[in-house]
Antibody, heavy 121, light 108 residues
Framework: QVRLVQSGPEVKRPGASMKLSCKAS????????IHWVRQAPGRGLEWMGW????????HYAEKFQGRLILTGDTSITTGYMQLNGLMFDDTAVYFC??????????????WGQGTLVTVSS | SYELTQPPSVSVSPGQTARVTCSGD??????AYWYQQKPGQAPVLLIY???ERPSGIPERFSGSSSGTTVTLTISGVQAEDEGDYYC???????????FGGGTKLTVL
């Protein structure tokens, strides 16, 4: 079955970097985008960016340009999200989700369980 | 930056019909998607491409589109439908995604 399993919770200091992982299984990894979405405590969903694991191509939301890096390792079917220059308001649950590429897309039909990241001094 | 606008809250009694709207300038040109989220859980896809329902999603959930507004309709609302609902779409280029602010559905 399709699964997206994310890495465990993290506590970071302001100014630090974090790199989260999203291990995919049960489907053709290179046929689906990996999106990253975050949700601050008590707030709504915020789209951060996506990566095409086959080409390595990426698109980032404007507010994360310059400090967000999405990568993928097709050999181990895992996506990674690196966020640099962490600030207190980066405290959030971070989700990965897959989306089929091309006209057959049906939205983000599978999601990871989420990773809680706390930025604290 | 592109924005999608949803009402913060909608309240309905069990068995009634709930409608959640989502407005955005690019919606005539870009598909909309709807997600349900319950506390402590990942979002669940309810509707894709404006009005298509994934397998396993109850028929009481439906989507429609008219101009710059898309609507999620929940017919015969049940207590278990309580939660937060988010629309998602893309900007005019199709490359950048955005979520609406979310609508909290309360079943009275």
């Amino acid at each position: 079955q399709v699964r997206l399993v994310q890495s465990g919770p993290e506590v970071k200091r302001p100014g630090a970097s974090m790199k989260l992982s999203c291990k995919a299984s049960g489907y053709n990894f290179i046929a689906y985008y990996i999106h990253w979405v975050r949700q601050a405590p008590g707030r709504g969903l915020e789209w951060m960016g996506w990566i095409n694991p086959k080409s390595g191509g990426t698109h980032y939301a404007e507010k994360f340009q310059g400090r967000l890096i999405l990568t993928g390792d097709t050999s181990i079917t895992t996506g990674y999200m690196q966020l640099n220059g962490l600030m207190f308001d980066d405290t959030a649950v971070y989700f990965c989700a897959r989306e089929a590429m091309g006209p057959t897309t049906s939205g983000s039909d599978y999601w990871g369980q989420g990773t809680l990241v706390t930025v604290s001094s | 930056s592109y924005e999608l606008t949803q009402p913060p809250s909608v309240s309905v009694s069990p068995g009634q019909t709930a409608r959640v709207t989502c407005s955005g300038d690019a919606l005539p040109d870009q598909f909309a998607y709807w997600y349900q989220q319950k506390p402590g859980q990942a979002p669940v896809l309810l509707i894709y491409k404006d009005n298509e329902r994934p397998s396993g999603i109850p028929e009481r959930f439906s989507g429609s589109s008219s101009g710059t507004t898309v609507t999620l309709t929940i017919s015969g609302v049940q207590a278990e439908d309580e939660g937060d609902y988010y629309c998602q779409s893309a900007d005019s280029t199709g490359s950048y995604r955005v979520f609406g602010g979310g609508t909290k559905l309360t079943v009275l």
